[in-house]
């Protein structure tokens, strides 16, 4: 998995600090998050950096290979590198938490370029281009919704 992503909503995101404080793995991990300047850390028992989170209220859009994107707010994710895997179990639950919330539109993306997720009303779409989903773990965390693979490929 990449070091940065962006979760780009179509409608106002939820309230980050809400959202993350209502994340399961945050309990079952013991992590804790710390306000930042600019968003959210989430450190694991040692205190050291999972990853980080910061929101944008700013509208704009970004071009896919479905057309223009627009957006009304987004947040920006980076991973720790030492602890990336721990990271990439937080950001898939994260992602989890946001299917089975009330967002209804929403497109989790990597390094600005590479769709991996797009839920649109009630359906989920996997990019079948991104590697992420060809890890059964990863998979297993959006297997209990109903998700249909596609292909986003960069433009």
Known sequence: MALEYR????TPAPVLSD????LPTVATTHSSLVQEERG?????????????????EKADYLDFSFGP???????????NT???????????????HLL????SKFLAIFN??????????????????????EDSEALAQ??????TFTEYPVV
């Not at 089975?100 to 967002?103: I, Q, T």
């Not at 959006?142 to 998700?147: K, L």
């Open 112 to 133: 600005g370029e590479l769709v991996l997720l797009h839920k649109e009303a009630d359906h989920v779409f996997l990019n079948s281009l991104s590697s992420t989903w």
């Open 7 to 10: 979760v780009l909503f179509a």
């Open 40 to 56: 959210w850390s989430i450190l694991d028992e040692k205190d050291e950096l999972i990853l980080s989170i910061s929101a944008s």
């Open 142 to 147: 959006v297997s209990s919704i109903g998700y």
């Open 82 to 96: 030492p602890n990336r895997f721990l990271a990439k179990e937080m950001f898939l639950a994260l992602l989890k």
């Open 19 to 22: 959202f993350l404080f209502q």
């Open 69 to 79: 994107y627009h957006y009304q707010s987004s947040w920006y994710i980076r991973f």
């Open 100 to 103: 089975v919330a009330e967002v």
